[in-house]
C-alpha cells in the first residue's frame, strides 16, 4: 500500500478554464500518483508550453515548465542524468506532435523510460483557437477559416511507427480508467505514451462528443483489456472479430457467433498489427474507440542500457579517473 | 656533411587523403617535442571526405613548427615541404617559403598523376617554376617496395608504407633520433608487430638514403631546444583538451558528466572522445538533433548533472531556445562552440571567430551568458574546467568558444596534476533554508541555490515563464520582471575572472594588439616579430569575453593607438566599442577560413604603426 495521498501531490489553484479536460486528467494524476506511491521528490514532472504544459504547476513534486516543444528531450536528459527519479513529461497535441515531433519519435524509438502524456484537445488553445495537427481534415479554425486542406497524425499511428512499446488512451473525464492507464504507464519499463481524449471548452468544444461522458462511452467506446475477449456495447452485446487482413464488428448470437469467436486482446504481442488497428478504430468508421491499454511490450530501456554499458566498460577498462585517464596516452618525459 | 643549427622549422607533410600525412606529421611532432623542442601542428584535411585519389581536391596536409623556443604557430609558410604526389606539389606549394627543401616521389609524378593534377606539361617543377636545386626527386614509391620485398606484404600495404619513408627522409634532414619514432610505433602497433617492424624499416630506409645520397650536397639542421621545462607530456588536439576539461571538472565537483550533442563539423570529436570513457562515467547522448543536444542537456543539469552540449555555429543557432531556458531557470549547462565558416553551412571544416556576437546577444529577451574563448590547442583544457566552475558555482549557461584552427591543431601539453585546480563549489541549498526555501532565492553573490530533484523538502518548479523573486510563481509583475532582469544581469557582471594581461612593451608600446580566442598564438608571434625589429608593442588577449576583465578600459585606454585583430568583421571591436567609453580601435579583420599570416598581421600593424 502506498504511503500517500491524492493531497501530497496536489500543490496551488489551477487556472485553466472551467471545464476543461486539464482539470479532470490533473485529479486523475493526483491519484495515480498516489496510489503508484513513489515520494513527491522522486518525481520530475517536465512540460513544454500550452494550457496542458501549465500542469506541473499544480503538481507537489518537482517539475520544469519548459519550452515549446522540448520537453521530451529535455525529460530525457532528466531521466539519463538520474535513473532514479520517476519522470512525466506532459505534451498537448501541437506541443507534443508539430513543434515537439521529432522527439517524440526519438523518445519512442530510443524506448526511454519515461511516461509520456499527450493530452489531445486537436486545437492550439493556449494561441487562440488554431488548428492542430491533430485536427480532421477540413477543420475550420482561425487560422483556416475555409477548413484545413491537410490529414491529421493519429498518434498512435506515430507512436508505432517510432517503435513504441506502449500506448494507452483515457478520456480525461474518465477518471477510473484514466488512473489505470497512468498506473499502467508507469509500470511499464520504457516510453509509455497515454492519449488522453480532452475537450476544449472554448475553441473546439465537443471534439470528442462521441465518448466524453458514460452514456457516449457505452456505445461508442470498447474498453481494451489485456487477455480479455473485445466485447463492448451497453451489454458487452458486440464483439469484434478478425476479418481478412481487418476487424470486424459482430453480435454476439447473430450468425452463430458466440463469446468464444471474439478476438482476445493481446497488448504484449511484439507484432503491432492488431493493436494497431485496435487504435486506429473509431473515425467514423462504425467501430468503436479502444479505451485502455492498447500496447504494452517489454524492451530494453535507452536508461537502463546507458547505465550497463557504464557498469561493463568500467569492468572492462583499467582507467577509473582522470589521472589514470591521463596515463592511457603516448607520454614522453622532458628532463 | 653540414649541420645548421635553426631557431625553428616549419614541415609540411602532404599527400592523398590515404598517403597518412597526419600520422607521418604526428610523428615527427612527437619525436621533436621529446627532445624538448616546442610544436604547433596543424592538420589541415580537405573538405571532401574520400576524393578521387591523387585530385587536386583530395590532398591532405600536417604542418608542424617546432622550435628551440617556445612557438605560437604552426607557421606561415613551411621550410620543408613533402608532396607526396603531384597534385600534393601543386595546391601545396603555396604554403612553401621561396627557399624550402621540397621531397617528392616521382613515381608519382607519372603521366596519369599529372593529368589528374592538371599539369598543362610533362614537367611539373618547371611548369611551377621550381628551382631544381630545392628538389630532393627520389623514386619513394619503388624504394618501399624494393625495401619490404622480402616480407611478403600485399601491395597494398606496402604502399601504405609510403608516409614512413617521407618521414625518415624528414627525420635524416632534422637530424632526429629515429628511436623515439620506433617506440611509438611499436606502440601504436602493439598489436600488430610484424606492421610495426616494417613501418620502422621503412623508416630507416628513408633516413639512409637522405643520408647516402643527399648528405654531400645539403645541409641538415638541428633544432635545439632552449627552453625546457621538465616534465610529462603528451601531444593534444583542442577538442581531445576540451573533453579532458570537462571531465576533470566534473570528477573535481564530484558529478556525473553528461554531453547531449548532435554531430557537426568541427566539433564531433568531442562527442568521439567523450563516448570512449564511460569507465569514467561519462554519459553521452547522440540525440535527434541540434535543439534536443542541449535540451537534453538542461534536463539532466537539472538533475543534477555537470551538464554540456557541444556543437559549431549552425548549431547554435538551433540551441539557442534552449541556452535561453537556462538563463531564465539559471541551471548550470556548458554551451561549446568550436567555430567554422558561415553564414548558414559556409565552410564546415574552416576556421573563424565570426560567432562572438551570435553567442552574446543572439537570443530573445535580456539573455546575459558568459562567454570563455580558449586561446590555442593546450588553453582549451583550462577554458573547458573554467566554464564548467563558472557555470556550476553561479547557476548558469556558459559559452565555451574555441575555432576549427585550435580545436585540430595540437600542441605539447604538460600533464596536469588536479590537485593544483581550484575547487568547483556549487551553490547546493543550505539544509537550514528546508521549510523556507524559495527557487529564486539567492547566495550573498546573487546567484539562486540548487536544489536537486530527490532532494526531500525542496521540491519546486522551474520553467521559461517569468518567476515572482520572491515565492517563484509565475510572475508578470512589472516590478518584479524589470528586477528579475536585474538580477540574472548582476549575477554575471559578479563572475570574478582575471585581470587582463599584457605582454610586450607593457610600458612604453606604441601599438597594443588586441584580439580574443583562438588567435592568441598569431597575435602573439607578431608581437615577438615586430618587437624584434625594434617598435614598442604589446599584445592583450581576452579568453574572458563577458563578463569582460575589470582592468580592460584602464588597458585599452593605456596606449596610443590599440588594433583589434580578429577573424571576423569587427565583432569584438564592437562589443568592446559598447563597453569602453570612448573607445576607438584600428582593426584587422580577415575572414578567409584559415588562419592569419604572421606576416600580413606585422605588415599591417607596422602600417598602422606608421601613420
Not at chain 2, 555555429?313 to 554551451?335: F, R
Not at chain 2, 573563424?352 to 590547442?377: C, K, W, Y
Amino acid at each position: 500500500m502506498s504511503e500517500y495521498t491524492a493531497q501530497d501531490f496536489k500543490k496551488g489553484q489551477p487556472r485553466w478554464c472551467p471545464g476543461c479536460g486539464d482539470h479532470f486528467f490533473l485529479a486523475s494524476l493526483h491519484k495515480a500518483m498516489a496510489e503508484i506511491g513513489v515520494a513527491p521528490h522522486n518525481v520530475a514532472v517536465i512540460s513544454g508550453i500550452g494550457c496542458s504544459s501549465r500542469l506541473p504547476h499544480y503538481m507537489a513534486t518537482y517539475g520544469m515548465n519548459t519550452i515549446h516543444g522540448r520537453a521530451a528531450a529535455i525529460a530525457t536528459g532528466c531521466k539519463v542524468a538520474n535513473p532514479e527519479l520517476a519522470v512525466w513529461q506532459i505534451s498537448g497535441d501541437g506541443d507534443g506532435l508539430a513543434i515537439g515531433g521529432n522527439h517524440f519519435i526519438h523518445a519512442n524509438r530510443r524506448n526511454i523510460n519515461l511516461n509520456m502524456i499527450l493530452l489531445n484537445n486537436r486545437i492550439y488553445g493556449l494561441t487562440k483557437g488554431q488548428y492542430s495537427p491533430t485536427s480532421p481534415r477540413g477543420f475550420v479554425s482561425k487560422s483556416s477559416p475555409y477548413g484545413t486542406v491537410e490529414d491529421p497524425f493519429r498518434p498512435a499511428e506515430l507512436c508505432f511507427g517510432a517503435r513504441g512499446h506502449f500506448f494507452a488512451r483515457a478520456v480525461a473525464t474518465d477518471a477510473p480508467a484514466t488512473v489505470d492507464i497512468l498506473k499502467a504507464a508507469y509500470q511499464h519499463k520504457g516510453a509509455s505514451v497515454c492519449e488522453i481524449l480532452q475537450n476544449c471548452v472554448i475553441f473546439n468544444n465537443g471534439t470528442h462528443d462521441a465518448v466524453y461522458n458514460k452514456e457516449g462511452r457505452a456505445k461508442n467506446a470498447i474498453y481494451v483489456k489485456h487477455g480479455q475477449p473485445l466485447l463492448f456495447g451497453e451489454n458487452n452485446e458486440y464483439g469484434l472479430m478478425q476479418d481478412g487482413f481487418g476487424l470486424k464488428v459482430v453480435k454476439i448470437g447473430e450468425n452463430g457467433v458466440t463469446v468464444k469467436d471474439i478476438l482476445v486482446h493481446d497488448a504484449h504481442c511484439e507484432d503491432n498489427t492488431l493493436q494497431l488497428k485496435l487504435a486506429l478504430m473509431g473515425q467514423g468508421d462504425g467501430f468503436p474507440v479502444a479505451l485502455g491499454v492498447i500496447r504494452d511490450v517489454e524492451a530494453p530501456t535507452y536508461d537502463d542500457s546507458v547505465s550497463a554499458q557504464i557498469e561493463e566498460v568500467k569492468a572492462q577498462k583499467k582507467y577509473h579517473n582522470f589521472a589514470e585517464l591521463l596515463e592511457t596516452n603516448d607520454i614522453w618525459t622532458v628532463e | 656533411m653540414n649541420i645548421k643549427e635553426l631557431e625553428d622549422v616549419v614541415v609540411r607533410f602532404s599527400g592523398d587523403s590515404g598517403d597518412g600525412m597526419q600520422l607521418a606529421g604526428n610523428i615527427f611532432s612527437t619525436v621533436s617535442a621529446t627532445v624538448g623542442n616546442s610544436i604547433s601542428t596543424f592538420p589541415d584535411y580537405p573538405a571532401d571526405i574520400r576524393a578521387p585519389q591523387g585530385s587536386l581536391t583530395g590532398v591532405s596536409g600536417f604542418q608542424v613548427h617546432v622550435g628551440a623556443n617556445k612557438v605560437f604557430t604552426p607557421g606561415d609558410l613551411c621550410d620543408v615541404l613533402v608532396a607526396m604526389n603531384a597534385a600534393a606539389l601543386k595546391t601545396q606549394l603555396k604554403y612553401a617559403k621561396k627557399d624550402a627543401t621540397i621531397i617528392i616521389d616521382t613515381d608519382a609524378f607519372q603521366k596519369s598523376d599529372l593529368d589528374k593534377a592538371a599539369f598543362k606539361t610533362d614537367d611539373p617543377i618547371q611548369e611551377l617554376g621550381i628551382d631544381r636545386d630545392r628538389v630532393v626527386a627520389c623514386p619513394l614509391t619503388q624504394m618501399v617496395k624494393d625495401c619490404l620485398a622480402d616480407t611478403g606484404m600485399d601491395v597494398k600495404s606496402v604502399l601504405k608504407c609510403r608516409n614512413m619513408f617521407a618521414l625518415g627522409l624528414v627525420c635524416w634532414l632534422f637530424s632526429r633520433d629515429l628511436n623515439i619514432a620506433f617506440n611509438f610505433l611499436r606502440d601504436k602497433f602493439a598489436k600488430k608487430p610484424e606492421l610495426a617492424e616494417a613501418n620502422i624499416r621503412v623508416i630507416q630506409a628513408g633516413y639512409d638514403y637522405g643520408h647516402n645520397t643527399h648528405s654531400s650536397a645539403m645541409n641538415v639542421y638541428r633544432v635545439e631546444s632552449k627552453v625546457k621545462e621538465p616534465g610529462r607530456y603528451m601531444d593534444i588536439t583542442g577538442n581531445k583538451a576540451t573533453a579532458y576539461g570537462l571531465i576533470a571538472a566534473a570528477e573535481k565537483a564530484g558529478l556525473k558528466l553528461y554531453l547531449g550533442s548532435y554531430p557537426i563539423t568541427p566539433a564531433t570529436d568531442i562527442l568521439h572522445e567523450l563516448s570512449k570513457h564511460k569507465s569514467l562515467g561519462v554519459t553521452t547522448v547522440q540525440c535527434e538533433d541540434e535543439i534536443a543536444g542541449c535540451a537534453s542537456a538542461l534536463g539532466a543539469s537539472f538533475a543534477g548533472a555537470l551538464a554540456v552540449t557541444s556543437t559549431s555555429g549552425p548549431g547554435i543557432c538551433l540551441k539557442s531556445e534552449a541556452m535561453n531556458l537556462a538563463v531564465i531557470m539559471e541551471l548550470p549547462l556548458v554551451v561549446i562552440d568550436v567555430q567554422r565558416g558561415g553564414p548558414a553551412t559556409g565552410l564546415p571544416t574552416k576556421s573563424e571567430q565570426t560567432d562572438l556576437l551570435q553567442v552574446l546577444f543572439g537570443r530573445n529577451g535580456e539573455s546575459p551568458m558568459p562567454v570563455i574563448a580558449a586561446e590555442h590547442p593546450v588553453d582549451c583544457f583550462d577554458a573547458a574546467y573554467m566554464a564548467c566552475k563558472i557555470a556550476l558555482e553561479h547557476m548558469t549557461p556558459v559559452v565555451l568558444m574555441t575555432d576549427a584552427f585550435i580545436a585540430n591543431g595540437s600542441a605539447s601539453f604538460k600533464l596536469p596534476d588536479l590537485s593544483e585546480y581550484p575547487e568547483i563549489n556549487p551553490p547546493y541549498v543550505p539544509e537550514e533554508l528546508r521549510g523556507n526555501w524559495t527557487p529564486y532565492m539567492r547566495a550573498e553573490n546573487g546567484t539562486r541555490y540548487w536544489a536537486v530533484p530527490g532532494r526531500e523538502g525542496f521540491t519546486h518548479i522551474l520553467g521559461g515563464l517569468e518567476k515572482d523573486n520572491q515565492t517563484g510563481a509565475i510572475s508578470t509583475a512589472p516590478e518584479n520582471h524589470d528586477l528579475m532582469t536585474r538580477l540574472r544581469r548582476q549575477k554575471i557582471e559578479n563572475i570574478e575572472v582575471p585581470d587582463l594581461e599584457v605582454l610586450g612593451d607593457v610600458d612604453d608600446a606604441d601599438l597594443l594588439i588586441v584580439g580574443f580566442g583562438g588567435t592568441y598564438g598569431h597575435l602573439r608571434a607578431a608581437m615577438d616579430e615586430m618587437r624584434a625589429a625594434g617598435r614598442k608593442v604589446a599584445h592583450a588577449h581576452f579568453k574572458f569575453v563577458n563578463p569582460l576583465p575589470k582592468n580592460t578600459a584602464e588597458v585599452l585606454g593605456r596606449y596610443r593607438k590599440v588594433v583589434v585583430a580578429e577573424q571576423n568583421m569587427g565583432q569584438l571591436a564592437a562589443f568592446l566599442r559598447m563597453k569602453v567609453d570612448g573607445f576607438v580601435p584600428y582593426q584587422f579583420n580577415q575572414v578567409k577560413g584559415q588562419p592569419f599570416v604572421v606576416s600580413e598581421l606585422v605588415k599591417s600593424f607596422t602600417e598602422i604603426l606608421d601613420k
